[in-house]
């Protein structure tokens, strides 16, 4: 059964919520929400569970890149006001890590980090990717002023890996051209992928049935569709 | 850089949120776009920070065909759910208590864990493996546990995964393997701080002590049962000891698991349709891994006749049949109908037949269609299209008044096509039972 705290965080967060369904879900016990027929209360049930469903979707479809040593970011495109949820999840899974999500037009960035979660709001994935890169930038080199120029050295020295990776990419080289020198994380997943994928069969529900185009798009699902998609610079043009 | 812990389950502290919507439950629309700590703060603290949750980056190039020959080798173990309940870990655990799907295979499987072996070398002779020592062309490869760890945190940190299954050919011995696949794991507990979800496969034949030492480490363990008997096991798998190698170690876990806490419990798996066995027989079988050894899941896999395998000349066991039993294992697990219920279910040779079983048990066991306004919650998870959460909200719902209409039903989660024939709603039946072609 739902909590109430819960379904008024999630009634809220839903993208057609009114002051009106939420004052209606306040005075509602957690039994009526569960077994009410009253087609409001069913919309309000339904509401809730779309969002819920979105968060879970996010959860296992966004893929996260990293942009040096402290950041992991990834796009998510949401239909509801679910970008925190979604960042403090990741922000707690991974801590001391900043979790950069967005897409051209907002962008949500949390931190979990010594038992605290920290939030920012943004105007768009990219303009937020540079900002922090900016700043981390001029850390690094304050730090190397102080004579301590470790974490600068490393971020710069990842920079350089993800640019050079980019790079690769964009020639288009099969991925067993770089299998002894370094390895593509994306290679890594298509192999893995596709040693456990099966052939689509009739009748049963099949790949198409259970990820949504959107979904797909949003998570750059390439192995899963054979091809490329979005990359930061693809980000970055929008 | 890794910080060096020993790895235990033990609760975080609680956290605090900077922000004003999270601190309380909002209370209306606009609560929800909080800007508290500035970006060039967060920069600083996440730089700061001396705690790395995903480990190394990649380092040493890793072998691909290593990865696709293991992975392919796990493509018939099921693992369905990344869940785990773990004590103490409600707010920061990795493992959710339902599980998530990353990626669907083309058939629609739900791809959410690295699923490899350890090594493909294996000295039984299964007849359906294509890991068994006399399989035609196969090349062995095995990871080392630091290669392992590489592997699986570099998928993690991009959220492909949810966490690690981990299963093996024997090696050259199954205690100094299955020693290796620990090793593995304790490295991404206690070196990586990894607290993402895993599945460890007891191999047939490893020592008590092996098998405490993964389930200190791991969300969940199995054995693979393979076959319903030590019969059909000696057609399937002559080298294998039945009772000595698979329910001796299900019973170690059994054991064990009264003082190690195990968060997904056990589960195991058997092949269907590989050595003549019937579904009663299976059914017989699931009945004493749920009842007797308290198992989690009982997992299904139709079997497939694959190429240089002994069996590559038998008949392929068609994907309804194990869709049948996974019915048959939810009427027993989750709506709890008893044995002697479920046996309607079976044709007089100990086969199920392709159609629905809780249509077959139902008709069976209802004389006329039943009023939703007074039948009780067991009578209404024997309905056809009426689960337990829906039995539920019917139970509720009355309380406030009765249910006259059959769309005040499919309000509340009734399946109608299914369930009209076995209802009465508003004093009148939808169809007769007979009508209901089965």
């Known amino acids: 059964m739902m909590r109430t705290g819960e379904l008024l965080r999630h009634l809220a967060a839903h993208r057609n919520s009114t002051d009106r369904l939420m004052a209606r879900a306040r005075t509602l016990s957690p039994e009526e929400v569960e077994a009410s027929t009253d087609p409001e209360v069913l919309r309000i049930r339904r509401m809730v569970l779309a969002v819920r469903g979105e968060v879970c979707r996010m959860r296992g479809f966004i893929r996260l890149r990293p942009l040096g040593e402290r950041v992991l970011w990834g796009r998510i495109s949401p239909h509801h006001d679910v970008g925190f949820e979604i960042s403090d999840f990741f922000a707690r899974r991974f801590p001391g890590k900043l979790i950069v999500l967005g897409d051209g037009r907002r962008s949500w960035t949390s931190l979990y980090s010594e038992g605290a979660l920290h939030r920012q709001i943004g105007d768009g994935l990219s303009s937020t990717l540079a900002d922090i890169s900016r700043i981390m930038d001029l850390l690094a080199e304050g730090s190397e002023e102080k004579g301590d120029g470790v974490t600068g050295a490393d971020e710069k020295a990842e920079k350089g890996r993800d640019g050079g990776e980019e790079k690769e990419r964009e020639k288009g080289q099969p991925s067993e051209a770089r299998e002894g020198g370094g390895m593509e994380r994306s290679d890594l997943w298509s192999v893995y992928y596709r040693s456990q994928d099966e052939p689509r069969k009739a009748g049963g529900r099949r790949y198409s049935g259970r990820i949504s185009r959107r979904a797909e798009r949003s998570a750059s699902l390439e192995a899963e569709r054979g091809s490329a998609t979005a990359k930061l610079e693809d980000l970055r043009r929008r | ?438």
């Open chain 2, 1 to 438: 850089m890794a910080i060096s812990v020993m790895w235990v389950w033990r609760p975080l502290p609680p956290t605090r949120i900077l922000s004003p919507s999270a601190t309380h439950d909002p209370i209306s629309r606009e609560d929800h776009h909080p800007n508290v700590t500035s970006l060039e703060k967060m920069a600083r603290l996440a730089t700061e920070s001396c705690f790395d949750s995903v480990g190394p980056a990649p380092g040493r190039a890793i072998d691909l065909a290593k990865v696709e020959a293991l992975g392919r080798g796990t493509k018939y173990d099921l693992c369905t759910s990344s869940a785990a309940k773990r004590q103490g870990e409600d707010a920061l655990g990795s493992a959710l208590r339902g599980g998530l799907c990353h990626s669907f295979t083309g058939s629609g499987r739900c791809v959410s864990l690295f699923k490899t072996l350890y090594t493909n070398a294996c000295p039984h002779d299964c007849g359906y493996c294509p890991n068994a020592s006399i399989s035609a062309g196969k090349k062995i490869f095995s990871y080392d546990p630091e290669e392992l760890v590489r592997i699986t945190l570099a998928l993690y940190r991009e959220n492909r995964i949810e966490g690690l299954f981990l299963s093996s050919g024997i090696g050259r011995d199954e205690n100094e393997t299955m020693e290796e696949m620990i090793e593995a794991v304790r490295l991404l507990r206690s070196a990586h701080h990894f607290r993402g979800y895993v599945h460890l496969k007891i191999l047939p034949g490893s020592s008590k002590e092996h098998v405490r030492e993964a389930m200190e480490l791991a969300d969940r363990v199995s054995v693979n049962l393979e076959a319903p008997s030590s019969a059909r096991m000696a057609e399937l798998c002559p080298s294998k000891e039945y009772e000595r190698d698979i329910l001796a170690r299900q019973r170690y876990i059994q054991d064990i698991s009264r003082y190690v806490a195990l968060p997904a419990g056990q589960t195991t798996q058997m092949v269907v349709g590989a050595a003549g066995e019937t579904d009663r027989e299976i059914f017989d079988r699931l009945l004493l891994e749920y009842d007797v050894l308290n198992l989690k899941r009982v997992y299904f896999s139709a079997f497939t006749p694959l190429a240089g395998t002994a069996f590559e000349d038998r008949e392929k066991a068609p994907a309804w049949r194990e869709h049948r039993l996974y019915q048959i294992d939810w009427l027993y697990r989750i709506y709890k109908l008893d044995e002697g219920e479920i046996a309607a279910a079976f044709d007089d040779s100990g086969y199920l037949p392709d159609g629905d079983p809780k249509v077959a048990i139902a008709r069976a066991s209802f004389e006329e269609p039943i009023d939703p306004n007074g039948a009780s919650f067991a009578e209404l998870i024997r309905v056809p299209g009426i689960g337990p959460k829906t039995a539920r909200r019917i139970l509720l719902c009355r309380k406030n008044g009765r249910i006259e209409r059959m769309r005040d039903l499919a309000a509340l989660g009734v399946a109608a096509r299914r369930a009209g024939p076995f209802l009465k709603v508003g004093g009148k039946a939808a169809a007769t039972l007979d009508r209901w072609g089965v």
